[in-house]
């Protein structure tokens, strides 16, 4: 196994650093169809506020950036997931990755959430949250993330709703990260009936983490892929900082819309 790794993509020291924290940009666009079906009885001594919430939603992408990390291959995924609230407090989360674009389509990677948000004073809020996602292979970068404990503060307003985030990753790779986001929503209601509504939330978040995760991806990826490695095509795992750093600039764009009452 010497010289398995070419380090034909970093010259020097100088162009490495860059690379790690250069700032990528990603542009995704996702759509969700929100249904609330359940609601609170409706009788003399309440009103008709919802406690159950019930969401679908499905996205699709292509980017080549986890986590702020470059895949080695670029595959498309289509990812449905199934979110359950209730009282705008408790909630949880069932979602998959549907990868079409491999040799074999398949069922890359499934997970769930529970996560509890508490409101705090006026419109500051937080949260806390477990997840566990379960990878079928090493395609994707964070294949070595298999539980995770989130906690996230948030202060709501008007012009623009700012959410810092802390996440420990472990079971596999160990991996601390932090995300600043900045949100503005365009909502538009009464679009088809008088009790729909197009939301329409705008952010740029700034992530700074560790990478071992990315490094145990390399690191696969070298295994499963030589040919590549003779062409000098590939990234060495051992010039990857594990350091606290910067590691993402992210612009993305979502579209919600929202129907009460079925």
């Known amino acids: 196994m010497k010289n398995i790794v070419s ?32 609601y609170a009885a409706d009788d003399e001594d309440s009103d008709s506020t919802s406690v159950h919430a019930f969401e679908v939603s499905l996205s699709t992408a292509n980017n080549q950036i986890q986590r702020g990390r470059k895949l080695e291959s670029n595959y498309l995924n289509i990812t449905p997931k199934f979110h359950y609230c209730y009282d705008e407090s408790f909630y949880a989360d069932v979602s998959l990755a549907y990868f079409p674009t491999f040799k074999v389509p398949k069922i890359d990677s499934w997970g769930f959430d529970v996560g509890y948000n508490l409101g705090l004073v006026d419109s500051i809020s937080t949260g806390i949250e477990y997840a566990f996602n379960k ?5 994707q970068a964070t294949s070595s993330f298999h539980h995770s404990l989130t906690w996230s503060l948030e202060w709501e307003n008007a012009i623009a709703t700012p959410t810092l985030t802390t996440s420990y990753n472990f079971g596999g790779t160990t991996d601390f990260f932090t995300d600043l986001e900045l949100t503005h929503k365009f909502a538009f209601k009464h679009i088809f009936s008088s009790q729909d509504a197009l939301t329409l939330p705008l952010s740029v978040s700034t992530s700074f983490g560790t990478s071992h995760f990315y490094q145990q991806y390399l690191k696969q990826y070298l295994i499963d892929n030589p040919e590549r490695n003779k062409k000098g095509k590939l990234i060495a795992p051992e010039s990857i900082s594990t350091s606290f750093q910067l590691t993402d600039v992210i612009l993305s764009l979502a579209a919600s819309y929202e129907i009460a009452g079925f």
């Open 135 to 139: 990878y079928a292979s090493y395609r």
């Open 7 to 38: 380090l034909k993509p970093f010259k020097n020291t100088m162009n490495r650093r860059i690379k790690l924290i250069a700032l990528r940009i990603i542009l995704i666009f996702a759509i969700s169809i929100t249904t609330i079906p359940m």
